[in-house]
């Protein structure tokens, strides 16, 4: 004789019964394809407010090996990557690739719903392909969040995703020979300075004097100016120069990817001569080491229509045709 039953964690009960034993199977009735538990909300929202100042709405790809994010700004100048290694999360499931479109302003509200101490779990769910669950467990409660997914323009599957990875390294290998200057900082002294920076001005000049061994950071406008002037031997923390550099940079965009600092564990800045910035760094993880994936940033600079030096360096459009001639290809 055959008896089913649903029991409270969602599993069909099969028991047959013979005249002689007892067998049980069971069936899981909403299958999990993706989990991921990370132990607080953190670092996952400092990751997404980052690209908050680029795009409204964004796809989460995941992945067997962990969970990816980018995007451009509309404008073209800016370009953000993410990448959380499964080695960042308490608990990490994902069987198969898959991607989400989700509403960015909507998400930082539900994760800045969540308490310090509140364990924060992603689900996605094969019976639910177009929601995302965002559950948030304390000793004392539990509370779930239905995100609905969007629908994101100009993005793909994981072919895509891949393909903007290979973007973001042709971009970094144009420009590679280019840096002639790379140096790791302490992210809490570069977000002062750009705090400091944005009381006269809404850009930055960055220059390194290789024969002084300095970087300097200039705001200024017709109501004044602001200069800091690093010493390069003990006041960061590595750094390697093969000559000087320069470039101008909108403040908004790089006082916002800053903000980052406080889930990674240093800013490398590599820098050019009016050429687009690199930031990057590595995703702490709750050990304190940095594992836990990395953040990639690169910004277009400001061009002044005096600026002589531009044309011979880096094109006016240039870094806006790079990013349009392989998105137009590959994403459109």
Same mark, same amino acid.
């Given at each position: 004789?055959?008896?089913? &039953?649903?029991?409270?964690?969602?599993?069909?009960?099969?028991?047959?019964?013979?005249?002689?034993? /007892?067998?049980?199977?069971?069936?899981?009735? %909403?299958?999990?394809?993706?989990?991921? @538990?990370?132990?607080?909300?953190?670092?996952?929202?400092?990751?997404?407010? +980052?690209?908050?100042?680029?795009?409204?709405?964004?796809?989460?790809? #995941?992945? !067997? #090996?962990?969970?990816?994010?980018?995007?451009?700004?509309?404008?073209?100048?800016?370009?953000?990557?993410?990448?959380?290694?499964?080695?960042?999360?308490?608990?990490?499931?994902?069987?198969? &690739?898959?991607?989400?479109?989700? $509403?960015?302003?909507?998400?930082?509200?539900?994760?800045?719903?969540?308490?310090?101490?509140?364990?924060?779990?992603?689900?996605?769910?094969?019976?639910? !392909?177009?929601?995302?669950?965002?559950?948030?467990?304390?000793?004392?409660?539990?509370?779930?969040?239905?995100?609905?997914?969007?629908? %994101?323009?100009?993005?793909?599957?994981?072919?895509?995703?891949?393909?903007?990875?290979?973007?973001?390294?042709?971009?970094?290998?144009?420009?590679?020979?280019?840096?002639? #200057?790379?140096?790791?900082?302490?992210? /809490?002294?570069?977000?002062?300075?750009?705090?400091?920076?944005?009381?006269?001005?809404?850009?930055?000049?960055?220059?390194?004097?290789? +024969?002084?061994?300095?970087? $300097?950071?200039?705001?200024?406008? &017709?109501?004044?100016?602001?200069? %800091?002037?690093?010493?390069?031997?003990?006041?960061?923390?590595?750094?390697?120069? @093969?000559?000087?550099?320069?470039?101008?940079? #909108?403040?908004?965009?790089?006082?916002?990817?800053?903000?980052?600092?406080?889930?990674?564990?240093?800013? $490398?800045?590599?820098?050019?001569?009016?050429? !687009?910035?690199?930031?990057?760094?590595?995703?702490? @993880?709750?050990?304190?080491?940095?594992?836990?994936?990395?953040?990639?940033?690169?910004?277009?600079?400001?061009?002044?229509?005096?600026?002589?030096?531009?044309?011979?360096?880096?094109?006016?459009?240039?870094?806006?045709? /790079?990013?349009?001639?392989?998105?137009?290809?590959?994403? $459109?």
């Amino acid at each position: 004789m055959l008896y089913c &039953e649903v029991n409270r964690n969602d599993y069909i009960i099969f028991r047959i019964h013979s005249h002689d034993s /007892t067998r049980y199977n069971q069936i899981r009735l %909403v299958e999990m394809e993706f989990k991921a @538990t990370l132990s607080n909300s953190r670092i996952l929202r400092g990751v997404i407010e +980052a690209f908050s100042y680029l795009q409204e709405e964004t796809n989460l790809f #995941a992945t !067997p #090996a962990g969970m990816k994010m980018s995007d451009i700004d509309d404008s073209r100048v800016a370009m953000l990557y993410a990448e959380l290694q499964k080695e960042l999360f308490v608990d990490y499931s994902c069987p198969e &690739e898959f991607k989400i479109g989700v $509403n960015i302003a909507d998400m930082i509200k539900i994760l800045r719903r969540a308490k310090s101490s509140d364990k924060i779990i992603l689900e996605h769910q094969s019976e639910n !392909p177009n929601d995302i669950l965002i559950r948030m467990i304390s000793d004392k409660s539990k509370r779930t969040f239905r995100l609905k997914s969007k629908t %994101v323009s100009d993005m793909g599957g994981m072919e895509e995703e891949e393909k903007k990875e290979d973007i973001l390294q042709q971009l970094e290998e144009t420009f590679r020979d280019k840096f002639t #200057a790379s140096i790791t900082m302490d992210g /809490t002294m570069l977000d002062e300075i750009m705090k400091d920076a944005m009381i006269v001005s809404d850009t930055i000049r960055v220059h390194v004097l290789q +024969a002084e061994n300095v970087i $300097n950071f200039v705001a200024s406008d &017709e109501t004044g100016e602001v200069e %800091v002037e690093i010493d390069l031997d003990g006041g960061v923390l590595d750094y390697n120069v @093969t000559g000087d550099s320069e470039g101008t940079y #909108a403040l908004n965009f790089l006082d916002n990817i800053i903000k980052i600092q406080s889930v990674i564990d240093n800013i $490398n800045i590599s820098i050019g001569s009016n050429i !687009p910035i690199k930031l990057e760094g590595n995703i702490l @993880t709750e050990s304190g080491d940095g594992t836990g994936g990395k953040v990639v940033y690169l910004l277009a600079p400001r061009v002044d229509d005096d600026d002589d030096d531009f044309e011979e360096d880096f094109e006016p459009g240039d870094f806006d045709n /790079t990013f349009d001639e392989e998105f137009e290809e590959d994403f $459109n």
